[in-house]
């Protein structure tokens, strides 16, 4: 492996560390957050939702597997950064095309190594996420100090905008077919669903096209009038709100067009984002987490059917309590008592926090795909 660069590292409370860097060169700001998977670097990269982070692994050693074009969750990189103990750039897997080095170069994304993550990991549990710049650079430290205080926060910066496709398009793959090593594509299409593309993960399409939707897929700033008309029309049979970055209660826009889809009782199946915007489009805003929940080994209970799934998150924002007044918690989190699902009473339209559609991550909730196309 070819000498590291040296990387500086400085937090909004006055940590200043010396790593070394094996990802892209310059300097990037962004919001510092851990995550608890232990394996699927790649497709946490991927995900859009970590726009504007930059993601401390708690696996020790990164890199080993390689990158490859099967396991991008989107089209590119829009994490700041990646801060791991130990990058190997050496990789072993027959499914690798390239390194994690040059998968982080290519998307414009640093790469920070050599740094004690254990301390880091504990540090942001202690005093909750928080901004952060990281510079191969910039060394001097008030210098750094100060271009991070002239920064946006993550919660000023509307990064859906960034992350939504352009154009609306048709996704026709299925899930992943572990026995022949490709996407299946699904024989039985029926009921059309319009999914609105908040930062969609590819494999929560490749799942709702599993289970027997046609998928289509819009832009954030959809119009919401005309998906109405769609559906009375009956040219589609319902919506799906995806996840994405960023706080949600600075979509004022998104919130007021989600709002109106409510009013309109259109059959609604919403993950993440899309479940805190429901939320907010319901009168009820939305909290920020100590610390966030990011991994694949979160336990949430069922509480219709009583029993535990292991999951995968990734959320810094949570819905309030009081949202019992109008839903019923179909999940919660064993960890913190938090609300992880909701079926809004008078309504076609509930929501998950959590990801089961994994990627990376345990599949004990796939089955609510499923559920989805069977209420519609």
């Not at 990802?23 to 990037?28: D, H, L, N």
Request: some cysteine; glycine content about 6%.
């Amino acid at each position: 492996m070819s000498k590291l660069k040296d990387i500086w590292i400085y937090l909004e409370d006055g940590t200043f560390i010396k790593a070394k860097s094996f990802g892209s060169c310059g300097t990037k700001v962004g919001e510092v957050v851990f995550n608890t998977s232990m394996s699927g670097y790649q497709e946490i990269m991927s995900d859009p939702s970590y726009a504007g982070q930059f993601v401390v692994f708690t696996m020790p050693e990164v890199g080993n597997v390689g990158c490859n074009d099967d396991d991008m969750e989107s089209s590119s990189v829009y994490a700041s950064g990646m801060i791991v103990r130990n990058y190997q750039d050496r990789y072993s897997n027959f499914r690798a095309k390239t390194s994690l080095k040059e998968f982080l170069t290519s998307h414009d994304s640093l790469g920070i190594c050599n740094i004690d993550t254990r301390f880091l990991t504990k540090h942001i549990r202690d005093n909750g996420s928080q901004m952060m710049i990281a510079s191969t650079k910039i060394s001097n430290r008030e210098e750094l100090k100060n271009i991070l205080s002239n920064s946006p926060r993550i919660e000023e910066v509307n990064y859906i905008k960034e992350v939504t496709t352009k154009e609306v398009y048709e996704h026709k793959f299925g899930a992943w077919d572990n026995e022949n090593q490709k996407y299946n594509q699904p024989l039985k299409l029926g009921k059309k669903l319009v999914v609105i593309d908040f930062g969609v993960k590819r494999n929560i399409l490749n799942e709702l096209s599993q289970v027997g939707f046609t998928v289509e897929v819009i832009p954030a700033d959809f119009d919401a009038n005309t998906l109405i008309d769609r559906y009375n029309k009956k040219e589609i049979q319902g919506v799906f709100l995806s996840n994405g970055p960023g706080d949600p209660l600075i979509l004022k826009e998104e919130s007021q067009k989600v709002k109106k889809l409510i009013e309109a009782k259109i059959p609604m199946f919403a993950i993440c984002l899309g479940h805190q915007l429901l939320s907010i489009s319901h009168g009820y805003d939305t909290y920020k987490l100590k610390f966030g929940h990011h991994g694949g080994n979160h336990p949430v209970k069922n509480q219709k059917e009583g029993f535990v799934e292991i999951t995968a998150q990734n959320h810094n924002y949570n819905v309030p309590e009081s949202i019992k007044e109008i839903a019923i918690v179909t999940h919660s989190n064993l960890f913190d008592k938090t609300i992880e699902g909701l079926k809004y009473k008078n309504s076609p339209i509930f929501s998950v926090q959590h990801h089961p559609e994994a990627s990376p991550g345990p599949h004990d909730s796939k089955y609510i795909f499923k559920d989805f196309i069977e209420n519609i």
